[in-house]
């Protein structure tokens, strides 16, 4: 839904769309944080019968004004004109609860617009099946999490399209080695990056990706570059600042953040998010209305949840780390002073996440003992909920990747992965030092 002040008398034929009351951006100048957008931000309850929140639109179709209304929506929906349909269609396009929470995504990045999608993995090949064509070339950070590197390597493979990759923390100089390489190799259609990757938590330098690509690519045909910022995205990383064009999310992490829904999003410019959407609307990836509300809700406390499980893990973390059964602590918030990995920090973050690795002292045997012992946190995969989760990545997530990978990324068998959430931070020290000393 968009902020133009238009009321239903203003608009006719086939302009007819109900808009909601215009909503400040700012007042008197003082522009409104996103904490606080998140509350009313892109909903008039006037449009529904003054309910405070939003309704569950639970509709397959929607009823147009008149017939020149509905060829106007469908121009929009099959790019005739740019910018999407200006009213609401069909659900596999779009839909009041899906829209709000889009206008709400957009604003934590400052992002010109958003799409939300059924998982991230849906939004991330939505993204990579609207910019990429047979015989392109696909440049990527490494590692990648495993299914965006199945659906890039194989299944995108299976089209003739090639991929070519920089490990995570790479200079400036290893970036541009590798853009002369695809460039070489074939037409470039995409950049994609994904940082802090999944597991290692290694930092890449959007910048230097940023000036690299636009020193390859000086005129039109410019690939655009796409970021996985589900780790520390939107709070404590926004990627769009450091010339990236599309940031992507599974919003199945912290935005949704209590580990009860799955879905993604994908914020950028205009032009770009025009793509995908249109790509979306033809293969029908966009979340469903009861998945979108829940987001809505849970973008409300996104801040809060974030930096309560941000200020958790810089205790747990500077516990662990001392602890004589633990051999180190791969965490954000300890990268050695003066090192690469600190210096991208310094330029792009604003906070270390809650998600880190643990490494014991011995093996799988110590790594299960450890986990088996838990009496708060859950043994469980994923990231980002209230709740602290805990797994083995080597045994679990990564069991399929084949040993010398898994050495190269340290996905080793002492490797315990711990995304911290929000309960009270005395209480999961308590709980790893009991732990710990099952061990
Ligand atoms: C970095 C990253 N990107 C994408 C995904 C995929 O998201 P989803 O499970 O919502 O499809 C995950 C899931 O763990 C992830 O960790």
Known sequence: ????????????????????????????????????????????????????????????????????????????????????????????FNGPNQEILEDRLAIWEGAEDALSFSSGMSAIATVLLAFVKPGDVIVHSAPLYAATETLIGKILGRFGVTWIDFPAGATRDEIDAVMECAKAQGRVSLVYLESPANPTNQLVDVEAVTASRDAFFPDEDRPPIA???????????????????????????????????????????????????????????ITDPNTAWMLLRSLETLELRMSRAGENAVKVCAFLRDHAKVETVGYLGFLEEGSRQADIYRRHCTGAGSTFSLYLKGGEREAFAFLDNLKIAKLAVSLGGTETLASAPAAMTHLSVPDERKAALGITDNLVRISIGVEAADDLIADFDQALKAV
Do not use: C
Not at 244 to 265: E, M, N, P, R, W
């Open 1 to 92: 839904m968009t902020d133009k002040d238009n009321t239903e008398a203003e608009l006719t034929g086939a302009e007819m769309r109900r808009r909601p009351r215009h909503q400040p951006l700012d007042l008197g100048g003082h522009k409104l944080s996103p904490a606080t957008l998140m509350m009313g931000h892109g909903f008039d309850p006037m449009l529904s019968e003054g309910s405070l929140k939003p309704p569950i639109f639970l509709t397959s179709t929607f009823v147009f004004e008149n017939a020149a209304a509905g060829k106007r929506h469908f121009e929009g929906v099959t790019g005739k004109r740019p910018g999407g349909a200006e009213g609401l269609v069909y659900s596999r």
């Open 227 to 285: 970021i996985d910022n589900t780790f520390l995205g939107p709070l404590w990383q926004q990627p769009l600042r450091q010339g990236a064009d599309i940031v992507l999310y599974s919003l199945t992490k912290y935005a949704g953040g209590h580990s009860d829904l799955v879905a993604g999003g994908a914020v950028g410019t205009k032009p770009v998010i025009n793509q995908i959407r249109a790509m979306r609307n033809t293969i029908g990836t």
